[in-house]
């Protein structure tokens, strides 16, 4: 007696389609990103089909020293993923399309091959080291020659990894991919040059950690230029409302003190705002709060900041720790403060000194600072190291930036410029260093928020 099973056509279509995206999933060739370990704190995507010129394998010749990336066993066709790892090692991860060719483009560039777990290694002369499957590709540094042996051992876990060790695990890779744009970043604050992370925190409630809040940002280098457009926020969801309704407090700036800002400038932040509204975002930033606490200390900047209405300006010519390098400008909604100057006289901290310079012009000086600040008769807030430099920030310098800079920059919401050239040592100058071979001759960042 036979039996026949009967299996209903809804059904039957229905595994099929199951079975078919399980089929397109493990074939999508992706697998590769795996290699990218999940707790990255800084992920940038190159859409390599999409860049023009020589732009996306530029880094990969650099350190493979070889003028033809497509003949190296690389395919290119696929994102490559330049990333920070949790321990602040820096990456580079690209889909291999024949790990035989790689090998043999290694082997001729004289390199000495070591094999791990089924992968294989090499130092490059750039103090990076390389390491490949049959499926990926990792170049890690730089690093010492002594440590290399440590990277290898980190780097061959990292390609052992599977999809729920790998970057697709993270909400980070989703954001990346959601950023239409050649290259994409998403970061968390804290894998910033520690010079930047106060302005992408503004906003954040106090006790947050940097970790906690990111920066997603769609990039484009244009005329020695790294553009970023992009915005701050959390995956956790009460630090992201936070953030929302901070971002509702800047207006379009105006571009008023564009000018003031000079091409050997390090830093420019740039914002038009109600000082009400912006103080209660200012004073619950450590980093910020830190920075003023010298100076705040003998001059009220908490109520100067609360006169503000309209474009504010902050130009650093240093970002050194020891001296305060700062010239502010605003344009003001009154200046009732003015009023307790004598009383500023009067309790200013040992060793310190304020004094005249001018009709509602006053400078202090103490703690190895020296700001010089004042009204203007139209309501204009100016302040700078030196007389000249505050009455700079309200006019022009010598050699302001450029104008199609300014014009980069009027109408929108947040703007900050950073100026690489001007760089010290520390992360700053280690992520300078990167940024050449990454995206090519790069002298300035401009970063300006997405106005949604």
Known sequence: MKCHLRIPTSLFLSFCLCALIALTASCSGN????????????????????????????????????????????????????????????????????????EKTLKQAGLSLTKRHDCQFAALPSNWVIGFSDEATLMMGPVIPAAQDDMMTLMARYLGSDEDDGIKASPMYATADSIEAP?????????????????????????????????????????????????????????????????????PIKGTYLKAMSQNDV????????????????????????????????????????????????VSSSLGKDNFHLMMAAKLAGAPWLADVDYWKQSVPSGGHIGDWGKNCYYYTGSGT???????????????GSPEEAKQSITSSKKPISTDLQHLITGKKFAMIVNFQALGTGKAAAVTSLLKPLFGKVNTIVYTMDEK
């Open 31 to 102: 697998d590769y990103l795996n290699a990218i370990p999940s707790e990255s704190q800084m992920l940038i995507r190159l859409n390599t089909t999409k860049l023009s010129g020589t732009k996306s394998p530029l880094i990969l010749k650099s350190l493979l020293h070889v003028n033809n990336v497509d003949e190296t066993g690389l395919d290119l066709s696929k994102d490559v993923y330049f990333f920070e790892d949790g321990q602040g090692n820096f990456g580079i991860c690209a889909k291999v399309s024949s790990d035989s060719k790689l």
């Open 183 to 251: 290259m994409a970043l998403v970061s968390q604050t804290k894998a910033l040059p520690e010079q930047f992370v106060a302005p992408f925190t503004i906003g954040a409630p106090k006790d947050a950690d940097p970790a906690d809040v990111m920066l997603a940002a769609a990039m484009e280098v244009k005329n020695g230029r790294l553009l970023m457009h992009g915005k701050t926020f959390s995956y956790k969801k009460g630090i992201n409302s936070a953030i929302e309704k901070a971002s509702k407090v800047y207006r």
């Open 267 to 314: 830093l420019g932040l740039f914002l038009n705002v109600d000082g009400k509204q912006f103080h209660q975002l200012m004073i619950q930033n450590r980093a910020i709060t830190a920075m003023l606490a010298g100076i705040n200390a003998a001059i009220d900047m908490d109520n100067i900041l609360k006169s503000v209405n309209g474009d504010l300006t902050l």
């Open 370 to 384: 020296t700001y010089y600040f004042g009204v203007t008769p139209d309501m204009q807030y100016m302040s700078g």
